[in-house]
């Protein structure tokens, strides 16, 4: 066991009660797989805890929805990775939930198992809104769902919001962001709704908020988020200190990451690999898909600067031995006499503006 190299794995559980309307995540409707499905992520866990014997310190289930998998599968997983794998006393294992009823696991379930941190798909706390995504519960199931993690004593959950959610004002958005932080989760998640094709969304688009409500919809939320105590740390992502998600991190970090399942995807030792969208290729023992080589210094600017601590010199000249380019600063500083960005001549750092423009400014200065 090489206790000098961490890693956290990533499970998909590819199943849902139905597909929400700006979904592009691999999910398929057919739960009754679920157990044989267990099965094959538990003897992949054991084949990858050979290839890579490091010290496993995140445990991430996403989907689909999770908890679509009976206790008994999740808990035959589980046992895959604490039987294989050296597993930190403190690991943070996350799981995904929907609110509402009607799921096998429930969170008591998910307790009993060892996982010690949920993220919660609220997306909205405004009812029209929910309707046009398409989800099925209610601001009350959310929670219901919240107060149960904690009675059963998790108490370390994220809540995920939408903005540009179609026909969303910043009233309704700061509606939603008052009542993700009246919950009290450690963490909130809010993400910029996107147009993927193939989607409900993506075959019949939606009227969306006009590009200056969406910008005032960040600003303004983010700024409310921070007062609330929520500081941001990622352009997405906002959390309580030191509550920050240990297992996302890793991939803004470069950090080793093992996923498991279909179109799961993994980053070990600067080499990037994926399994196919495909469930039965995976559950009939499909190779993962070679996806080259990763983390170099021009991926791990365009990750970092993704922080709200930014790129800094002295992480620079430890994973690469030299410092930020001089050639970056000087494309940057456009962007930083227009209050795109800051430097500070230790991090380079997009401001809240530089964010809702921030691909377009990597693009230019990468």
Known sequence: MNKSKTLGLYIHVPYCKQKCHYCDFYSLANPQTAMEYAA??????ADMAKRYPYLVDTVYFGGGT???????GLGLILQAVRTHFAVTDDAEIT??????EGYPTSVEALADLGVNRLSVGLQSAVETELGVLGRKHTQNDVKVLLDRAKAAGIHNTSVDLMWGIPHQTVASALQSVDFAVSLNPTHISAYMLKIEEGTSFGKNPPPLPDEDTVCEIYETCCSALEQAGYPRYEISNFAKIGFESKHNCKYWNCENTVGIGPAAHSFVDGKRFYYPRDLQAFVQGCDP???GVGGDFIEYAMLQLRLARGLQQQDCMKKFGHPIPQELLTKAKPMIDHGLMTYDGNALCFTTKGNLVSNEILATIL
Do not use: F, L, Q, S
């Open 40 to 45: 094959h992520v538990a003897k992949t866990v």
């Open 66 to 72: 999770p908890t679509m998998m009976p206790k008994e």
């Open 95 to 100: 799981c995904e939930i929907n609110p509402g």
């Open 289 to 291: 898909v070679d996806d």
